[in-house]
């Protein structure tokens, strides 16, 4: 059985840091881009960043390039989500997943986990 499991949400005051974790377990996941999307109240799940299993390549959205950092260690299986300089508009839940085509065909989805900024 395949689970994608996050944790490391909380709440925070705007311009701090959390660090999200995604547990991968239930198969091999070599072929697979792991991601982060995030949704927040009334909006749609929206893409924040994305790496290969290898960790050679990433992709970050617009708005979170330069305050967010994903990474990967293999040995673990888990995939992470640096948050730094947090803002309010950054609140969602933020979910885990996993896709081996395109980012609109995700395969495997976490249960997600809150992240709340206050200002």
């Known amino acids: 059985q395949v689970q994608l499991v996050e944790s490391g949400g909380g709440l925070v005051q705007a311009g701090g840091s959390l660090r999200l974790s995604c547990a991968a377990s239930?198969?091999?996941?070599?072929?697979?881009?792991m991601g982060w999307f995030r949704q927040a109240p009334g909006k749609e799940r929206e893409f924040v960043a994305a790496?290969?299993?290898?960790?050679?390549?990433?992709n970050y959205r617009d708005s979170v390039k330069g305050r967010f950092t994903i990474s990967i260690d293999n040995a673990k299986n888990t995939m992470y989500l640096q948050m730094n300089s947090l803002k309010p508009e950054d609140t969602a839940v933020y979910y885990c997943a996993a896709y081996r085509g395109r980012v609109t065909a995700v395969d495997y989805w976490g249960q997600g986990t809150q992240v709340t900024v206050s200002s």
């Open positions: 790496i290969s299993w290898s960790g050679f390549s990433t």
């Open positions: 239930g198969r091999t996941f070599s072929r697979y881009v």
